[in-house]
Every structure is written in structure tokens, then in C-alpha cells.
């Protein structure tokens, strides 16, 4: 349809997240790998979950194929995606940032609530937006994708996905720091871990982050 369509994918002990985005669309898989094959189901909201499989072609191209329903029967998308040149390059050069935290790797979501009086306390309007980050294995760093939902009496509504941001990652003495590719890393806080739950201490700011 003439628009470029990209994929992030994280793989985790066998287990596969990620998101594609193409247009104004975008939604999340989940999956797992099997030796050079992976399988699993994207969301794509409306129009329900979707199976998938994929191949790896070499090092730097993916085969692809999701199954859509569609009122004459199931439609296949297939399609060949090519690893973005800069990632490519930092894999083989070594390049990438170092002193990478294992327990950091993952998928998280930090969500927060408040809540606009209304005239009267049944009134009141509760919003909630949940914010997404992907510490990925081999130092990349994806940061954005908020989703906000709004409930107030007789209504309920959610957004769309919001646009994020790639850059690097790394954790040095108990510090996460980011930056944009080439630029000087920026320190985001100290952090600590405890099961599923990340704590990160930002300035006066306390965020807890829950892995997806």
C-alpha cells in the first residue's frame, strides 16, 4: 500500500515480544522460537488475535506471514523485512553499549491514574495511561507507545497507541542510562529490581514498572 512497515522484536529465553507498526496502526505480538522458526499471535484489536509464523533468511532478513479473517475466508500477509542497516552494523562491529544489566532485558509498562472532579463524585472522569518501554538484549532501547483510557458516567474510551522512540541502553553501578545513537548518554536513575517489578528513582521521581 506504499508505507513502510517496521517491526521490533525482543527474544527472551525462547520467548518472543515485539510490535509491528505500519501507517497509524500499530500492535503488539507474542510468541516462541523454535530453532530458526518462530510462531505466535499478534493483537491487532478489532479485528482480534492473529497468528503468525516466521523465518529467518540469513542474518539480516526475516520471512514473515500473519493470517487475517476476513469475510471470504482467511487472508494471508506475508512479507520480507531487512534489518535496518544500523543495527546490522553494531551487531557485527561489537559497537553497541556495554555493561548490560540481564535482569533489565524485557518488555515494561509504568501506568498512571488520575482522576477530574465532576459536579458530582458520580461524575468524576478517571483517566489511566499506560507507558511502554523494551530493554532489548542487544542494547536498543524503545521508549513511548502510551495508550490512554478514559471511563466517566455512560462513557469509556481508549487511544490509540502514541508514537515512541528508539535509542541505547546501559546499567553501570546500579544507574540505567539512555541516549540517542551517537549522542551522550543521558542518566535516567537509579533502579532495583524485585521480581516482576522495576523501581527507577528519577530525580525526585519514583516510577514503578511492571515486565509484560
Known amino acids: 500500500m506504499g508505507q513502510p512497515v517496521n517491526m521490533h522484536l525482543v527474544e527472551l529465553h525462547g520467548e518472543l515480544d515485539g510490535r509491528i507498526t505500519f501507517g497509524q496502526m500499530s500492535f503488539p505480538l507474542k510468541g516462541e522460537i523454535e530453532g530458526d522458526m518462530a510462531s505466535g499471535q499478534a493483537n491487532t484489536g478489532v479485528a482480534g488475535f492473529a497468528p503468525f509464523e516466521a523465518r529467518m533468511d540469513g542474518d539480516d532478513s526475516l520471512l514473515w506471514k500473519l493470517q487475517l479473517a476476513s469475510p471470504g475466508g482467511n487472508q494471508v500477509m506475508a512479507l520480507n523485512f531487512t534489518r535496518s542497516k544500523g543495527d546490522a552494523d553494531s551487531a557485527r562491529s561489537g559497537d553497541g553499549p556495554s555493561n548490560l544489566d540481564p535482569k533489565l532485558v524485557g518488555r515494561w509498562r509504568r501506568t498512571s491514574s488520575n482522576s477530574v472532579a465532576g459536579t458530582l463524585p458520580r461524575n468524576n472522569m478517571n483517566v489511566a495511561t499506560d507507558i511502554f518501554c523494551t530493554l532489548a538484549g542487544d542494547g536498543s532501547f524503545s521508549y513511548g507507545g502510551a495508550v490512554t483510557g478514559v471511563a466517566s458516567t455512560g462513557f469509556a474510551g481508549t487511544t490509540g497507541s502514541a508514537d515512541g522512540s528508539t535509542r541505547e541502553w546501559k546499567a553501570e553501578g546500579g544507574v540505567l542510562f539512555s ?30 514498572w511492571e515486565r509484560q
Open 179 to 208: 541516549r540517542t545513537i551517537g549522542q551522550q548518554w543521558i542518566q535516567l536513575g537509579r533502579y532495583a529490581i524485585s521480581g516482576s517489578s522495576l523501581v527507577l528513582y528519577a530525580g525526585n521521581d519514583k516510577q514503578l
